[in-house]
């Protein structure tokens, strides 16, 4: 089933709470994984959640994910750590952390390593999880490669495609490319652009476990009409 794989996702800057409360109702119908909010809508998010949960009859445990450095990715380590922080005492549960472009595209890998494993230890110890945001479409393939290796020894638990703010989303091409390169140990999460269940099934064939989606509940309901998914 689709849904135990999707993020669903609300990151755009004029979210409301009526918005949060919307996903959350829909995450507890429909089962999905995780809803992934701004930073400033956690806290809100996980009493929505319980409350959602309640009416609902529930025990599914949906997740809380928020994002951190979003959706550039060029804020100072210092700042993606108070973020961090924030979104810890928030109540997150999985924390999307955007990597530092500038960075990667001037070839510094050890600035790159250096702020992902301050990053890292902070949230597992806080026994989070962390999924890193390399944004596959401004990527040439050898630099996905690169950040598959560099990210994997660090021992992120997810690499993710995309913020869904580049011009170019998730695709079937880097998701296969980057489930290639990783270890089974790292889940790749594709984001960005999904909007019919045919491409997510697609994604989750090439080696996708999560899905980062806004259009989460058209999938769904689309399931038995786009290609028998």
Not at 146 to 159: K, M, N, T
Not at 204 to 228: M, N, P, T, W, Y
Request: proline residues 3%.
């Amino acid at each position: 089933m689709l849904a135990h794989y999707i993020d669903h996702t609300i990151l755009k800057p004029t979210t409301s709470h009526i918005d949060i409360n919307k996903i959350c109702q829909e995450a507890v119908e429909y089962g999905f994984a995780a809803v992934c909010v701004p930073p400033p809508m956690v806290s809100f998010a996980v009493r929505e959640l319980q409350d959602a949960a309640e009416v609902e009859r529930s025990i599914a445990a949906v997740k809380v994910a928020t994002v951190i450095g979003f959706p550039f990715g060029y804020s100072v380590t210092a700042a993606k750590l108070a973020e961090v922080e924030q979104a810890i005492t928030d109540g997150a549960d999985e924390l999307d952390v955007v990597i530092n472009l500038i960075a990667l595209k001037a070839g510094d890998w050890a600035a790159l390593e250096a702020e992902m494993r301050v990053l890292t230890a902070r949230i597992h110890a806080a026994g989070k999880i962390i999924k890193v945001i390399i944004e596959t479409g401004v990527l040439t393939d050898e630099e996905i490669v690169a950040c598959c290796e560099h990210y994997s020894r660090i021992g992120v638990d997810f690499l993710k495609t995309s913020t869904g703010y580049a011009e170019k989303g998730a695709t079937v091409e880097a998701v296969k490319l980057m489930r290639a390169h990783l270890p089974a140990g790292v889940r790749i999460k594709a984001s960005g652009g999904i909007r019919t269940a045919a491409l997510a099934q697609q994604l989750i064939d090439a080696g996708a476990d999560r899905l980062g989606c806004s259009a989460s509940v058209e999938i769904i309901k689309g399931e038995g009409l786009a290609g028998g998914y």
